[in-house]
């Protein structure tokens, strides 16, 4: 019996990892620039939040830095309440991902000293350790953290 190697639709290039926040998925529901930074806020005076379904719970990803946030709260059409800090000054870039990551596979680009910590998509927490670089995590992820996380060039696939 020949085995098929897994085929994935969609991919995106992990640039930072968060304790707090799971990995974004597609689609994208907005994106633009941050017209004026603020502690634990997004304000873009371009933006229409409420018009584009903008709501709580959706991944807000600073383009910039590569940061990301959760959205607490849609103060107007053109400012959201977020989760943590990552728009402390205007002019960053930012996308609003509108679905729930529903469980991506993890490939492994770099591992340095080889150590991955995960949220599963069934809620434990655990880290890998003794990746190669090129590996794929063999368990659905929904967040890979900060903390504990030494590989690098990762990439979420669904």
């Known amino acids: 019996m020949i085995t098929q ?23 994208v529901a907005t994106s633009g620039t941050i017209t004026i ?9 371009s933006a229409f939040f409420i018009q584009d379904g903008i709501n ?4 807000v990803w600073n383009t910039t830095t590569g940061d990301s946030a959760t959205i607490v709260a849609v103060i107007g059409e053109k400012e959201l309440s977020i ?17 729930p990551n529903p469980g991506c596979l993890i490939y492994v680009g770099q591992a340095s000293d080889s150590r991955v ?17 090129g590996a794929v995590l063999p368990v659905r992820v929904l967040r890979v953290w900060e903390t ?11």
């Open 5 to 27: 190697p897994p085929q994935y639709t969609t991919a995106l290039s992990l640039t930072h990892f968060s304790d707090t926040c799971d990995i974004p998925f597609q689609p």
């Open 37 to 45: 930074g603020g502690s634990f806020l997004l304000s873009d005076g």
């Open 56 to 59: 709580v719970g959706m991944i």
């Open 83 to 99: 989760d943590a800090d990552i728009f402390p000054s205007g002019g960053d870039g930012y996308t609003i991902f509108s679905s």
């Open 117 to 133: 910590k995960v949220t599963t998509q069934g809620g434990d927490v655990v880290v890998f350790y003794g990746l190669n670089s």
């Open 148 to 158: 504990d996380t030494s590989a690098t060039s990762l990439i979420a696939l669904w």
